[in-house]
């Protein structure tokens, strides 16, 4: 599951999720660990197609994996 979400997860106390990704329709629930099936949302139901996955172009740094990762090993 992605880092975001889970962190969100756990901050907020949301215990569900749906997926923002184009021709997803899946929501995941923290709390049990499982994929669910959820009611329809109100759109906008993903991001454009035409945006770069993990963000817009030229806002995420190149090294961003290796980032995220030395993150993770000094906590």
């Given at each position: 599951m ?9 901050a ?5 999720m749906?997926s923002?990704?184009?021709g997803?329709d ?7 660990g ?6 329809e949302?109100a759109?906008p ?7 770069s ?7 995420v ?15």
């Open positions: 992605n880092r975001h979400a889970t962190a969100h997860a756990r907020t106390g949301h215990r569900v749906q923002f990704e184009p997803e899946w929501f995941w629930d923290f709390e049990a499982v994929q669910i099936t959820g009611p949302l759109p139901t993903s991001h454009p197609e035409s945006q996955v993990p963000g817009p172009a030229g806002r740094p190149d090294d961003w994996q290796q980032i995220l990762a030395a993150r993770d090993a000094d906590a």
